[in-house]
């Protein structure tokens, strides 16, 4: 059963793989090996544009998400047990729970009212919704390290007249960077790939790649949305690889 379960899952990212090295135009028909429809990808401005978009938003969103998420990971385990530390958890970790569609429609509720209040529009609407819903995601893999590490060599360093912000700069930040470099490629990853906030929130000319392959296969799929779709998924892969292998250094 575990192997039908991952011939499922596997068989049509696998050809899908395939078909962006076809030379044929069908989908369906192979004919032979090329590499013509990456090409023409990174020839087609609209395919570059959108690249540039996502990367410009997810780039923003992940470093003010690993920031905050930073805070909150350091407020929720460098401290003394709390009345509402429970519900400090909840709190952040709430967004996993909460459909993403009810996400998105909220955020546009949100922003269409500030919209009309303040006359201010643009990309930073977007930025902001990546930003709050790659907190949580970031929050994990630090929050996680942070409880693995041990005190004593803060606690050394406190004994020896360290100020707070040299104890944090000089001990817990150094090793504490494993567990950031995984929220950051956690983070990027999530904001990349996202689709539904993304279609609600997105403004005119805010077109992001994962919309763009949207919009394409509404028109039919090509072999040049495959060979698009291949890169992204690489780039998801290598990322996610970087996680793990991360995560996996920081047990050790």
């Known amino acids: 059963m575990a192997w039908v379960c991952i011939v499922f899952l596997y068989a049509p990212i696998a050809v899908l793989i395939a078909f962006s090295f076809n030379d044929n135009r069908s989908v369906v028909r192979w004919t032979e090996f090329s590499f013509r429809w990456y090409v023409e990808a990174f020839g087609n401005e609209g395919i570059r544009n959108a690249t540039v978009i996502s990367f410009q938003v997810a780039t923003v969103a992940t470093l003010f998400s690993t920031i905050f998420a930073t805070m909150a990971a350091l407020a929720t385990t460098r401290t003394r047990p709390y009345r509402g530390q429970t519900l400090a958890y909840a709190i952040v970790n709430q967004p996993l729970m909460v459909p993403e569609i009810v996400t998105a429609v909220a955020t546009l509720a949100l922003f269409t009212i500030i919209k009309k209040a303040t006359g201010i529009t643009g990309i930073g609407y977007l930025m902001l919704a990546h930003t709050v819903f790659c907190i ?111 995560g996996k250094q920081r047990k050790t």
């Open 136 to 246: 949580p995601f970031a929050y994990m893999p630090i929050r996680a390290r942070l409880e693995d590490m041990n005190l004593t060599l803060e606690q050394a360093a406190a004994d020896l007249y360290a100020p707070p912000f040299q104890v944090f700069r000089r001990v817990t930040l150094p090793l504490l960077m494993p567990g950031i470099f995984a929220g950051v490629m956690l983070a990027f990853v999530v904001s990349l790939d996202d689709v539904i906030i993304t279609l609600l929130v997105a403004g005119p000319g805010e077109t992001t790649l994962p919309i763009y392959i949207l919009g394409q296969i509404r028109r039919g799929i090509t072999p040049e949305i495959n060979a698009v779709s291949t890169l992204l998924l690489g780039l998801s892969l290598i990322f996610v690889t970087l996680f793990f292998l991360i």
